[in-house]
């Protein structure tokens, strides 16, 4: 019964981890319909800036992810600039090609800077530290991430329904035209909306480095997953992809413990085949 709730608790915690990463992506998709394929590469970046942060000033990545997470608004907002706005409005595979290149010239560039090599903050504020209940063990650095995440989440979510920016941001979501008539600037919003989803990511990026090593490749599975929770929960919805985050964390932890760890992301693809099937539109679409 212990590890079985063990199991359940790394599942949660991993979960809402992958749930603010597909937050960012689900923002941008659900908003201006764009595939943003270098997603997971905005999350390495994020990790090598939070980790260097750490190396160089000795900065805990319990302060840093501030500095990533206001970096990757930056990176997000540049990159609408330079690239997506001459992309929003034509074919959905423009978008996806320019962001692939996007994608390929981050992980180059960092494999040049950084090698391939693995690389780990050692001695953190967080690192090593446990908290056990009833047999079950917390660990610190995932539980304020996970913790971290999950405020980021519902402060987004917050603002997409509560505030007048929301409101603005549903509106362009709804008919680009109509709130151009109603006096919205929508390339501010586009801006800011992929602002946004840089910032979510590089705030996940931010506090990773406490318990996870970087390199050039560690997006890759963060940025596929994102992919699959956001089209598993319903494109544009953060309830969904918090829900689905969480379904695809339980299924990762539960599969490679009772099956075999080689089998977690079978399992994970095989959910995403089954709820696409039944729903196309994803659990919370619309």
């Not at 991993?14 to 749930?19: D, P």
């Not at 549903?170 to 929508?186: R, S, V």
């Not at 970087?214 to 992919?227: I, K, M, N, Q």
């Not at 009772?258 to 693809?269: L, T």
């Amino acid at each position: 019964m212990i590890a079985f709730l063990q199991v359940l608790v790394n599942g949660i915690l991993n979960g809402l981890v992958y749930a603010l990463v597909a937050t960012g992506l689900s923002l941008i998709w659900g908003v201006m319909d764009v595939i943003n394929f270098a997603h997971g590469d905005y999350l390495m970046v994020a990790m090598y800036t939070s980790f260097w942060i750490g190396a160089l000033l000795g900065v805990d990545p319990v302060l840093s992810w501030i500095v990533s997470g206001a970096f990757l608004f930056f990176i997000g907002a540049l990159t609408y600039k330079l690239i997506i706005r001459y992309t929003v409005g034509r074919s959905a595979i423009s978008a996806l090609l320019a962001t692939f290149g996007l994608s390929m010239f981050l992980k180059n560039v960092c494999l040049y800077l950084f090698s391939p090599n693995f690389r780990l903050l050692s001695k953190t504020v967080l690192g090593g530290k446990t908290i056990e209940t009833g047999g079950v063990i917390f660990p610190v650095p995932q539980l304020v991430t996970a913790l971290g995440a999950l405020v980021v989440i519902v402060l987004v979510y917050y603002m997409v329904k509560k505030t007048r920016l929301g409101w603005a941001i549903q509106a362009t979501a709804m008919d680009k035209e109509a709130a151009e008539l109603m006096g919205i600037d929508t390339e501010r919003i586009y801006l800011l909306v992929f602002g946004l989803g840089g910032a979510c990511v590089g705030i996940a990026g931010g506090l990773l480095p406490s318990y996870l090593a970087v390199h050039p490749e560690v997006g890759l599975l963060f940025g596929l997953l994102a992919f699959v929770i956001v089209a598993m929960g319903g494109f544009g919805s953060i309830p969904g992809a918090l829900f689905a985050a969480l379904l695809v964390g339980l299924v990762e932890s539960l599969s490679g413990f009772f099956i075999a760890p080689v089998f977690k992301y079978v399992a994970v693809f095989a959910l995403y085949l089954l709820v696409v099937m039944v729903r196309p539109k994803g659990l919370f679409g619309w």
